[in-house]
C-alpha cells in the first residue's frame, strides 16, 4: 500500500525559526566555554579582506585592513546575515549609533554571504531608506566567524581600545547606554549564551543528541514503522486529569492507533470499529497462521507519538484532535462517527424495585474492579460499563453499553469474574440489572478510502 512517507514523519513547531524583530530575551549567563575566542582574551592582529563602505585611517576607500587598525576604539562586530530580519532591522539603529558616538566607537557588520548577495540587498536597503548607510561590511567573511562561533543570529561582539574581548551580547544589548558605559570601562550589559551546535542536516532533529533540545520541544509528532523488540502497547501520560502531553504507541496496528485517536469520543473497539466495504482488508485482518501473523505485524504495524509541552495547556480534546489530524495525514483514509443501530451487549434494568440509589451521595466515589469482582461507591452505572467494554469484555463479539438510562449515583459490589458474562449478570441479579444482546442506537467510527 502506497502510504504516505511513513518511514519517519516529524513535527518540530518548537524549533522552526522565525527571526521576530524584537529578537530573543537573553538571561546573563557565563561564557560557554567553547572553541574560539573568550571574554577576557586579546584578539589577535589579522587582515580583513572583502570591506565594503570603508575608509582608512587617511580617509581613503579600502577593500582591506588589519583588525589592529581599529585598536584605541570600541569595536562592536555585528555578525548578520540577509535573510535575518532582526539584523537588517537593527541597520539603522546602528547607523544612528555610529554617527552619534563618531570616532569612540565602530561598528564592523559581518556575514559570511558572498558579496553579490549581500552588497545588492545593502543598496536595495538604503534606496528604500533614502539615506546610505555609514557602517563598514566585510561579505564572504570565514576568519572571525571561527574566532567567535555562535548558533544565533544577530550576534554582537563587544573588543576595547587595547583590542580585548570585553563581552557577547544580542541585540537588545545595542544601545546608546550601554555604548557609554563600555567607554568608560563598565560591561554591565547581559550576555548572550552560545553553543555551537553542528547540525546533521539529513537526518531529523529529534534524533540528533543536542543538548537542551527535546526540553524545549513545544510539540512532536512522529511515526515509524515496526521496530524489533518492541512490545504492542500504548501509553498516555497525563500532566493533569485534563490535560495530556504524551502518547507513545509502539508496534500498533492502523486499527488501533485509530482507535486511539478517538478514544475521548468513544470506545470504538470490536463491533463499534467499521472497515468500509471499498477499503482494503489486508492491513486491518490479522492472519490466523502464527507465522503469518509475525509477518504482518512487520509489515502493518507502527509506532507513533505525540508530545505536547505542558506549557501550551492543551486540553485533552485539543490532543486527540491532534492525534486524529496526525492519522488523517500518516494514512490513506478518512474517518466519520455515526450512529447506526447495532446488535450490543447492553446493560439494562429488568427489575425497578430493586434498590440502586447510593445511601449516602456526600461520600466520596470509590471503584475497585479486577478479575475477581466489582465494588462502586456513589458511582454511576458508567463506571461499571467502561471498563468491561475496554478492558475485561474488550473481545466480546459485540460492543458492550450502557442501555439502562439511569443517571443517579449507585452502589453495586459483586464477585464474579469479570470477563464472564454469566457469571456477571448472576452478580447483579440483586439490583435488578443484566446485560442482555439488543438493538441499540450505537456510535461508530468508520473507516472509509479518501
Known amino acids: 500500500m502506497n502510504f504516505k512517507k511513513l518511514t519517519l514523519l516529524s513535527v518540530v513547531a518548537a524549533l522552526c525559526l522565525c527571526f521576530p524583530a524584537r529578537g530573543q530575551t537573553v538571561k546573563k549567563v557565563t561564557p560557554p566555554q567553547v572553541p574560539g575566542l573568550q571574554i577576557g582574551q586579546q584578539v589577535p592582529d589579522i587582515p580583513l579582506k572583502n570591506l565594503h563602505n570603508y575608509k582608512n585611517a587617511k580617509g581613503e576607500p579600502a577593500t582591506t585592513a588589519q583588525l589592529a587598525d581599529f585598536k584605541g576604539k570600541l569595536l562592536i562586530l555585528d555578525f548578520w546575515a540577509t535573510w535575518c530580519t532582526p539584523c537588517v532591522a537593527m541597520m539603522p539603529k546602528m547607523d544612528s549609533l555610529q554617527r552619534q558616538f563618531g570616532d569612540k566607537i565602530q561598528f564592523l557588520s559581518l556575514s559570511y554571504e558572498k558579496a553579490d548577495v549581500v552588497f545588492p540587498f545593502l543598496a536595495e536597503l538604503e534606496k528604500r531608506r533614502g539615506q546610505a548607510f555609514c557602517l563598514p561590511n566585510i561579505s564572504d567573511e570565514k576568519v572571525l566567524h571561527q574566532l567567535f562561533p555562535h548558533a544565533a543570529l544577530p550576534h554582537y561582539v563587544w573588543i576595547d581600545a587595547e583590542g580585548v574581548v570585553r563581552a557577547m ?63 504492542s502497547s500504548f501509553t498516555t501520560k497525563y500532566q493533569t486529569d485534563s490535560t495530556a502531553f504524551r502518547a507513545t504507541y509502539t508496534n500498533l496496528s492502523i486499527a488501533s492507533l485509530f482507535q486511539l485517536a478517538y478514544a475521548n469520543e468513544g470506545n470504538f473497539r470490536a463491533a463499534r470499529f467499521i472497515i468500509d466495504s471499498n477499503v482494503e482488508r489486508g492491513p486491518f485482518t490479522y492472519p490466523k497462521d502464527r507465522t503469518a501473523l509475525r509477518e504482518w505485524h512487520k509489515e502493518n504495524t507502527y509506532c507513533y507519538e505525540l508530545l505536547i509541552a505542558p506549557e501550551l495547556k492543551w486540553t485533552i480534546n485539543d490532543f486527540y484532535r491532534q492525534m486524529q489530524r496526525d492519522m488523517s495525514v500518516y494514512f490513506p483514509y478518512k474517518t466519520t462517527i455515526e450512529t447506526k443501530n447495532l446488535t450490543c451487549l447492553a446493560l439494562v434494568r429488568v427489575d425497578s424495585t430493586k434498590q440502586l440509589l447510593t445511601k449516602d451521595k456526600s461520600s466520596r466515589p470509590l471503584r475497585i474492579i479486577n478479575l475477581k469482582g466489582f465494588d462502586g461507591i456513589n458511582i454511576s452505572l458508567s463506571k461499571l460499563v467502561q471498563p468491561l467494554s475496554t478492558y475485561y469484555l474488550q473481545n466480546y463479539p459485540l460492543p458492550v453499553v450502557d442501555n439502562t438510562g439511569y443517571k443517579q449515583p449507585v452502589d453495586i459490589s459483586i464477585k464474579a469474574d469479570m470477563t464472564n458474562v454469566e457469571a456477571i449478570n448472576k452478580g447483579l441479579q440483586p439490583y435488578g440489572l443484566q446485560f442482555v444482546q439488543m438493538e441499540v442506537p450505537t456510535t461508530v467510527l468508520i473507516v472509509h478510502n479518501p
Open 169 to 231: 551580547t544580542g541585540m537588545e544589548e545595542v544601545t546608546s547606554e550601554n555604548i557609554a558605559l563600555a567607554l568608560e570601562r563598565s560591561y554591565a550589559m547581559s550576555l548572550k549564551a552560545e553553543v555551537p551546535i553542528k547540525l546533521n542536516r539529513d537526518i531529523p532533529l529529534v534524533v540528533q543528541n543536542i543538548p537542551g533540545h527535546i526540553e524545549k520541544l513545544l510539540i512532536n509528532s512522529s511515526l515509524s514503522k515496526y521496530v524489533e523488540g518492541f512490545p
